[in-house]
């Protein structure tokens, strides 16, 4: 069994910074894809960044703002979050992509989400 626990989220200023970090438990060989994605109240998921084997893709809105990065021994991803905006609000979420353990092979698991508030 995969799980995804997230931590790092909260309140902070217009301006100010966050970090991210979600780290996978279990008996994992490999992980393809780890990223976030967020949901505001009222719109759809969205994907915010994800790193495939060491290289970063980010949404437009993020670009220059966020930067996500991985640890492979760790089994683990961050996001480092500058420059926050109201429009960040949201919950954001962990997600893997082809996960491999010693047992079976996940398609995707996703974790249980953590509250970001931006106040301006």
């Known amino acids: 069994q995969v799980q995804l626990l997230e931590s790092g989220g909260g309140l902070v200023q217009a301006g100010g910074s966050l970090r991210l970090s979600c780290t996978a438990s279990?008996?994992?060989?490999?992980?393809?894809?780890m990223g976030w994605y967020r949901q505001a109240p009222g719109k759809q998921r969205e994907l915010v960044a994800e790193i495939t084997r060491g290289t970063p893709t980010y949404d437009d809105s993020v670009k220059g703002r966020f930067t996500i990065s991985s640890d492979n021994g760790r089994k683990a991803v961050l996001l480092q979050m500058n420059s926050l905006q109201p429009e960040d609000t949201a919950v954001y979420y962990c997600?893997?992509?082809?996960?491999?353990?010693?047992?079976?092979?996940?398609?995707?698991?996703w974790g249980r989400g953590t509250q970001v508030t931006v106040s301006s």
């Open positions: 997600n893997a992509q082809g996960i491999i353990t010693d047992k079976a092979n996940y398609g995707e698991a």
């Open positions: 279990g008996k994992i060989s490999s992980i393809n894809v």
